[in-house]
């Protein structure tokens, strides 16, 4: 590997998550080209259509009631 021509800045909290993705062994350069390969390999699309037309109805039924009961209990919540 060679040396470092830049450098960059991070956070206290991104340097620990990589710390903690880190390898036995790994440079953090190693960690983020893993993480940005494997970003890479993934497509957002890939998951899509493996779920039949009832079951992702039914998802999405149950993520609206969700989020009609988080609205109404913020509501409730503002009205105290």
């Known amino acids: 590997m060679a040396t470092a021509d ?3 800045r991070v956070s ?3 340097k620990q998550e990589l710390d903690r993705l880190r390898r036995e062994g790994e440079s953090y350069n ?3 080209e893993r993480v940005l390969e494997d970003e ?3 497509d957002f699309y890939d998951g899509f259509g493996r ?3 009832e079951h992702a109805d039914r998802i ?3 993520r609206q009631t969700a989020k009609e009961k988080r609205k109404e209990r913020m509501r409730d919540r ?3």
């Open 51 to 53: 779920w039949s037309d």
């Open 6 to 8: 830049e450098q960059i």
């Open 30 to 32: 190693d960690v983020l």
């Open 60 to 62: 999405r039924e149950q």
């Open 12 to 14: 206290d909290r991104v």
């Open 40 to 42: 890479r390999e993934g």
């Open 78 to 80: 503002s009205d105290r």
